[in-house]
């Protein structure tokens, strides 16, 4: 019941561009199985490599994507984009664009799109164009105001003015978002959400690039892709009985560390406990990843040798909260 619509377009007669098939192509594949291979999204690719991608085909195209209930449902796009200054009206640009018809009509995609809810419970569309900003907005007598509908976010490579950018035959935005959704902006349980993808092209992108844009209507994030998680989910839910509260120091000594190497002889003669250090290797873990801080060292080495502590930081805290809610 995930579905997903990817289309690249290249070769338009007058203007071609170089990375629009390949990163829709890359876009699709990622969709298509989560990080350990299992199936995720239904994908169709809409290529120019392929077939001609004219106004008809992708009209047909996208109006199908969001004719049956599905629980997810993407519409991707990369080529180009253009605001008619005459009309007031965005369009991406189909293959056999002419005035005033240059393809697919935002402001129809955004329509199909609240109308789908809620037989369609989330749907996502990401726009790799010039002037893609204009997504989700409807002329108004002065100016414009968004109308997003429940469920629906749109994510775009840059405002309602903005030129999409290209770098070494890719889309600069699509680039960034291909390492995203290839775990780059995954969160602990490698979890990858519309918004930590907008997050993650955010911060690596200049002040001199184009900014992209995130629109959204919506009560709960969805994932768009689940990959390795950076820290395992059972070792998550040991994090209350590691920590009976959220402010608790948990008290380390040698026992836990099983590395010998280097140590003073006083410590030659405490043996590595099997257990303790089982423990120590899930809260190392969590040290890496930013879930639990040693107190009073640098690292958690220092303060298992030295008898010291470790505690949860703030995310650490809300992942054991998470854990005693049942949510993991």
Request: hydrophobic share 40%; net charge negative.
């Amino acid at each position: 019941m995930r579905r997903a619509l990817v289309i690249g377009i290249d070769d338009y007669e007058n203007a071609p561009l170089n990375g629009c098939v390949a990163d829709a192509s890359v876009i699709g594949d990622l969709l298509a199985r989560h990080g350990d291979g299992s199936p995720n999204f239904n994908v169709r690719k809409l290529l120019s490599s392929e077939q001609k991608v004219t106004a008809q085909v992708m009209d047909d195209q996208i109006k199908e994507l969001f004719e049956n209930p599905a629980d997810t449902v993407v519409l991707f796009f990369a080529g180009h984009g253009i605001v008619d200054e005459k009309t007031n009206a965005g369009f991406i640009v189909s293959q056999d664009a002419t005035r005033p018809h240059w393809g697919a009509d935002l402001s129809h995609i955004l329509t199909l799109a609240n109308e789908a809810h809620p037989k369609i419970r989330s749907i996502v569309i990401i726009l790799d164009s010039c002037k893609s900003g204009y997504a989700g907005e409807v002329p108004a007598l002065r100016g414009t105001f968004s109308a997003i509908g429940p469920g629906v976010t749109i994510l775009t490579a840059c405002s309602r003015e903005g030129f999409a950018e290209e770098a070494d035959g890719h889309g600069v935005f699509t680039g960034i978002m291909i390492e995203g959704l290839g775990g780059g902006c995954s969160d602990v349980l490698g979890r990858i959400t519309p918004a930590s993808l907008y997050a993650y092209i955010d911060q690596t992108l200049g002040e001199w690039e184009a900014r992209p844009m995130y629109k959204a209507n919506v009560q709960t994030f969805i994932t768009l892709r689940q990959v390795t998680p950076k820290v395992p989910a059972e070792v998550i839910r040991l994090l209350p009985i590691y920590f009976p509260d959220q402010t608790h120091h948990f008290a380390l000594d040698p026992s836990f560390e099983p590395n010998r190497d280097n140590v003073p002889e006083a410590i030659m003669a405490i043996p590595p406990n099997p257990e303790n250090t089982r423990i120590f290797a899930d809260l190392q873990l969590c040290n890496r990843h930013g879930l639990v801080n040693p107190v009073g060292a640098l690292h958690m080495y220092y303060a298992a040798i030295n008898s010291q502590s470790c505690r949860l930081t703030a995310l650490g805290a809300h992942y054991r909260k998470l854990a005693i809610l049942g949510r993991i």
